[in-house]
């Protein structure tokens, strides 16, 4: 987190989401806070990059923390030889690990998609190298997988064994799961259960059915009507060997959030203890984003496309959320999808396109930093000037 001296000025906060191809959170908060100083030379500007918990996560944190990313060798969703990042907060104490840098549909766009065999077991070999560093907490960020396994990648990687009835190993990947009969934990890295895990989520989908995993999300993974039908029973078969009875199995299931990333909830929630959160607001916690906007006047987020999606839980709602009632909300974005008067519904005071004039999106990722930061300095002089007034009238 940068911070400037206190100064008589106003005190502006740039909290802004990534703009996705074309500036990670940190760029996008720098450049905030450029237009910030330029239009008032005399605020006190604060950059706190923020995320939702998906892409862009790990950037977002290290760049609050302070901490450089660490590498670790892992494997790819199909167990080819991949390197990994991941992040260490400047106490030691906690982790952040985006599970698509060993998951991750990109990796393994040079083969045809694998549905039914990609797993998670890299992003447990990420998590193994975390708890070889001691640190107290796991912040595990699951968006953009390529696998539909339940999590039971990760967890065998930890060193449980899920087994089918003549004991062996079940087949890797969701299209193992329907054979699988035991799961034997005793193997399990103890250090694994001391740890407090927290899974951030962004979707609210259960783990099967027409809304779970396989059903919304398995298709972009490269799943057919076949393979779809096959994962979900699979991920239901999952819950009916981790629950206590049938009744457990249908809670499980039908959970909100269980259907994130394949279904990865399932089994660290199970066998680990792990609890499920929305992404903003373990990102939020984790950088201190209520202390940081408690004594705001201005506070300036933003992201790529700002529409109704945008107040559902994602980066521009929990700014607005956290902020305190008296701050002016500016959002600025490369699209803005919402109307004044839906800006001032949700409590936003303003949302500002970075777009000059007609122009394509190639034009815009390029000159996205010049064009956020002129935005910036522009809805910071307007602002500025209604606050003036306002005082003056009293």
């Known amino acids: 987190m940068s911070i400037e001296a206190a100064s008589p000025g106003p005190r502006i906060v740039c909290a802004p989401d ?14 905030l806070a450029r237009g910030a100083r330029a239009a008032l030379p005399d605020a006190s500007v604060t ?10 996560t790990l950037d977002a944190l290290l760049a609050v923390w302070g901490t450089p990313a660490k590498t670790v060798e892992v494997v790819d969703a199909l167990g080819r030889p991949a390197s990994a990042l991941f992040g260490i907060s400047a106490d030691g104490r906690t982790a952040v690990i985006e599970a698509a840098q060993a998951n991750g549909l990109p990796q393994v766009s040079d083969v045809p998609l694998q549905p ?13 190298a975390v708890l ?3 640190v107290d907490e796991i912040l595990l960020c699951i968006g953009g997988s390529a696998s539909t396994d339940g999590g039971v990648g990760l967890v065998s990687a930890l060193g449980a064994r899920f087994a089918d009835a003549d004991g062996a190993p079940i087949a890797p990947g969701g299209g193992g799961l329907s054979a699988l009969a035991s799961v034997d934990a005793s193997e399990l890295d103890p250090r694994a259960r001391s740890v407090r895990w927290r899974i951030a989520v962004d979707v609210d ?9 396989a059903a919304v999300f398995g298709p972009q993974k490269g799943a057919d009507s076949e393979a779809v039908a096959s994962l979900d029973a699979g991920l239901s078969h999952l819950a009916e060997v981790l629950a206590d009875s049938p009744a457990e199995a249908e809670t499980l299931a039908a959970r909100p959030g269980f259907g994130a ?4 909830p399932m089994a660290l929630t199970a066998l680990l203890g792990a609890e499920v959160v929305p992404g903003s607001t373990m990102v939020a916690e984790a950088v201190g984003l209520t202390e940081a906007l408690a004594d705001a006047d201005i506070v300036l987020t933003g992201e790529g496309s700002f529409d109704s999606q945008s107040l559902g839980g994602k980066v521009v709602a929990a700014v607005r959320d956290h902020a305190p009632a008296s701050a002016h909300i500016v959002v600025v974005a490369g699209r803005v999808g919402l109307s004044p008067a839906e800006c001032r519904e949700a409590n936003i005071t303003a949302a500002l396109s970075i777009a000059p004039g007609p122009a394509d999106l190639k034009t815009l990722s390029e000159r996205a930093d010049t064009l956020i930061e002129d935005t ?14 306002r005082k003056d009238a009293l």
Do not use: W, Y
């Open 261 to 264: 990333a394949g279904g990865m």
């Open 47 to 56: 950059e706190l990059p923020f995320a939702d918990g998906g892409e862009g």
């Open 205 to 213: 989908n259960p783990l099967t059915g027409p809304r779970g995993a």
């Open 18 to 31: 990534s703009f996705k191809g074309s500036a990670s959170a940190p760029a996008a908060a720098a450049a």
């Open 376 to 389: 910036a300095a522009h809805a910071c002089s307007l602002v500025a000037a209604g606050m003036t007034q």
């Open 116 to 128: 039914e065999r990609a797993d998670t077991f890299g992003v447990g070999l990420i998590a193994r």
């Open 132 to 134: 070889d560093l001691g």
